[in-house]
């Protein structure tokens, strides 16, 4: 078992311990990770970047991860698979020798 697919099991045996599957539908679990993702940025707001308290960015990013975890587990979807999947797919889209260095977005980079 990977470490990833070892959290998401621990994280739905946290959530079956207290009967809360009836509230983690797809829909509330997508609303979930959003808040989740506000709160981190909350913790950046009006400050620098090296300013934010890193226990807090820890429980939230914690947060952001579980929710996202879950959400994945419910459409049966493997982490490692679909992250693995993305890469593949960006690396295509910013080739290293015209994305390295530039915030451009894919179709703005000159080939």
Do not use: C
Not at 1 to 27: C, G, V, Y
Not at 47 to 61: F, I, Q, S, V
Not at 75 to 100: G, M, T
């Amino acid at each position: 078992m990977s470490d990833i697919q070892s959290i998401i099991t621990q994280l739905i045996r946290f959530r079956d311990e207290r009967d809360w599957a009836q509230f983690h539908n797809p829909k509330d679990l997508a609303l979930a990770l959003s808040i989740e993702v506000s709160e981190l940025l909350e913790l950046f707001l009006w400050k620098n970047a090296e300013d934010a308290d890193t226990d807090k960015l820890k429980d939230e990013l914690a947060d952001v991860f579980s929710f996202a975890f879950l959400l994945a587990e419910k459409y049966q979807l493997d982490v490692e698979q679909i992250i693995l999947a993305k890469i593949r797919k960006n690396a295509a889209k910013y080739p290293v020798d015209l994305a390295r260095g530039s915030a451009r977005k894919y179709n703005d980079l000159m080939r």
